[in-house]
């Protein structure tokens, strides 16, 4: 789903975004609710970039990222932590581009997610390619999802990655040890 965000473009940085994670919903520009294997997930774009909700029988995840004034928390290149029943993956990225390859890269994103049926996407007037973007999915007994934040104005996107998983039971139903777990890009997103 793509939407116009309903508000004007601001002059904001990569570097302003935050992450948080167990806000209380934000108010929200354009809401996508999903059914994802017995997982409600809320897609929200905030005008300060993107929230999201997931709520399952074992409890709720909210996270964050966002320029959100007076935050002491700046976006981190990952994030791995165990919250209850979950495990909680997040990773970050920035790329810089070129005027004319931020132009092809804002443009293919868009048209992706415009047409994903669990896509979100939103973009700001006074800037073609100022926008955010989110797609999640359910695969394997974890939801996931991924979003995109273009700062058109530095040539800057902002790409996260996020996993929430129930915690694998070993023997005994003792966690099993971790191994790095490398997550292929897919190659049209």
């Known amino acids: 789903m793509l939407t116009t965000i309903d508000t004007a473009y601001t002059d904001t940085r990569a570097d302003d975004l935050a992450w948080?994670?167990?806000?209380?919903?934000?108010?929200?520009?354009?809401?996508?609710?999903?059914?994802?294997s017995g997982s409600k997930v809320q897609l929200r774009l905030l005008g300060a970039s993107h929230q999201v909700l997931l709520e399952e029988e074992r409890g709720i995840c909210s996270e964050t990222?966002?320029?959100?004034?007076?935050?002491?928390?700046?976006?981190?290149?990952?994030?791995?932590?165990?919250?209850?029943?979950?495990?909680?993956?997040?990773?970050?990225?920035?790329?810089?581009?070129?005027?004319?390859?931020?132009?092809?890269?804002?443009?293919?994103?868009?048209?992706?997610?415009?047409?994903?049926?669990?896509?979100?996407?939103?973009?700001?007037?006074?800037?073609?390619?100022?926008?955010?973007?989110?797609?999640?999915?359910?695969?394997?007994?974890?939801?996931?999802?991924?979003?995109?934040?273009?700062?058109?104005q530095e040539g800057r996107l902002v790409v996260t990655r996020t996993r929430v998983g129930v915690v694998p039971q070993g023997p005994q139903g003792a966690p099993p040890s971790r191994h790095p777990e490398r997550h292929p890009e897919p190659s049209a997103l």
């Open 20 to 36: 948080a994670l167990g806000r209380e919903p934000l108010p929200a520009l354009a809401v996508l609710d999903l059914e994802l």
């Open 65 to 152: 990222v966002a320029c959100i004034p007076g935050s002491s928390t700046p976006l981190p290149l990952g994030v791995a932590k165990r919250l209850g029943d979950w495990e909680y993956d997040f990773a970050a990225r920035v790329e810089t581009l070129s005027q004319r390859s931020f132009a092809g890269r804002a443009q293919e994103l868009l048209a992706l997610v415009a047409d994903h049926p669990q896509g979100l996407a939103g973009t700001f007037p006074g800037s073609p390619h100022a926008f955010t973007a989110m797609v999640a999915q359910s695969e394997e007994g974890q939801v996931r999802w991924r979003t995109w934040h273009a700062y058109p």
